[in-house]
């Protein structure tokens, strides 16, 4: 039921205004904003969803002049220049600036909550075919590893390209300096150490780079008889658990540029450097990225020598954590899995496994941002449960 408006008056000295709504709650709109938002062809360019109004043409002390409620459907206000505005009740109502209303807005554009996991993860699976062509499955898919931050694709031909597709079904992979695509297999002079068949300590991939993939995907299409199990462990929840142990400890790891480093050939030449804090947060404190991988932490440190000790303390503190039993998960993927993990959150390991003098163990990887796989979310939303 779409809602409906009872009363609007303006408020503090006409800066401010005030809508009852026919369910009995209330809102309050700064006429700034509104005067910012004007939906009409002259401010906002709908074939865009783009404001059209210049910032410098705003007036930042702006008052209404008058307002008008023509229906219970729609407000119209009259600014001092004599210019008109309209908006919609339901426009203005999921725009609400109530703490409860921005809390429903931002748990609808970038779905915030998190499920997290140990070593009683019940990994979610899916059958790969189904998330390529049926839009609920492909929405569930991408809700889930949102949410839990780990999905497995089963029943993918056992072939390269098969995560080309992938990234065509939520839009484009991202190309990194190892290419579109990249094989993980044991290779002579590996310009990495994924490329090789010792074990691999759990770790986030490329936080050299500014803005780390946010999405990874492996594809096993050869898998070795010993060895070669996959560990995952949920980064957000180690970090919860450090910061309560340890809140020093979480503030050094949060606040410590530590340097990264990468440089070789491969898709192309590359000498890539980046600062990096192993703990990314937001403005209250809460973990949103994690930094970590051991391999390419640069022997170069730009920290006072004092402060070197303690954050390696620190630093250790949190290995240990994301090792413990208790923390992380370990399986073995076969021939045609696809894993989707959050590269932002889940730090992924591989035990170690003999080489041969054939390839017995190759996974295919590549990469997405979050900001495309988002992106496909909403649309996939949209379409399936037929709203924004």
């Not at 404001?51 to 008052?63: C, G, H």
Request: glycine share 6%; charged share 30%.
């Amino acid at each position: 039921m779409k809602p409906g408006i009872q009363k609007v008056e303006a408020l503090d000295a006409g800066r401010l205004l005030h809508v009852e709504w026919e369910d009995g709650s209330e809102s309050c709109y700064p006429c700034v904003w509104l005067r910012d938002n004007c939906q009409c062809p002259r401010c906002f360019l709908h074939s865009a969803r783009a404001r059209k109004l210049l910032f410098e043409d705003l007036d930042v002390n702006i008052v209404v002049k008058d307002i008008a409620l023509p229906d219970r459907k729609k407000i119209s206000i009259t600014w001092p220049d004599e210019h008109t505005s309209e908006y919609e009740a339901e426009w203005l109502k999921k725009r609400c600036f109530s703490e409860e209303a921005r809390a429903k807005m931002r748990k609808d554009l970038f779905l915030p909550e998190r499920q997290h996991w140990g070593s009683d993860l019940q990994l979610p699976k899916m059958p790969f075919e189904e998330i390529m062509f049926n839009d609920e499955s492909a929405y569930k898919w991408l809700c889930t590893l949102r949410k839990v931050g780990i999905v497995l694709l089963t029943g993918a031909a056992t072939r390269q390209g098969e995560l080309v597709k992938l990234g065509n079904r939520i839009g484009f992979l991202r190309l990194t300096f190892y290419g579109p695509t990249w094989q993980v297999q044991d290779k002579a002079d590996a310009n990495n150490v994924a490329y090789t068949t010792g074990k691999l300590c759990f770790h986030t991939d490329y936080p050299v780079l500014q803005h780390p993939p946010g999405v990874q995907f492996l594809h096993c299409i050869k898998q070795t008889a010993a060895g070669g199990e996959s560990e995952v462990v949920d980064g957000f929840h180690v970090a919860n658990k450090l910061k309560k142990q340890n809140p020093q400890a979480y503030q050094i790891l949060s606040s410590t540029a530590v340097d990264y480093t990468d440089d070789g050939v491969d898709y192309c030449d590359f000498a890539v450097q980046c600062k990096q804090r192993i703990i990314d947060v937001d403005s209250r404190g809460e973990a949103v990225r994690i930094n970590y991988n051991n391999a390419t932490r640069d022997t170069v440190f730009d920290i006072p020598a004092e402060k070197v000790r303690p954050f390696y303390a620190a630093l250790k503190e949190f290995n240990d954590l994301l090792n413990s039993a208790e923390h992380k998960f370990t399986f073995k993927l076969k021939p045609g899995d696809i894993v989707t993990f959050d590269n932002w959150r889940v730090l992924h390991g591989r035990q170690s496994y003999q080489p041969g003098s054939e390839v017995t163990r190759h996974l295919e990887g590549a990469y997405a941002d979050w900001d495309v796989v988002m992106s496909r979310l909403r649309l996939l939303r949209k379409s399936v449960l037929n709203r924004d």
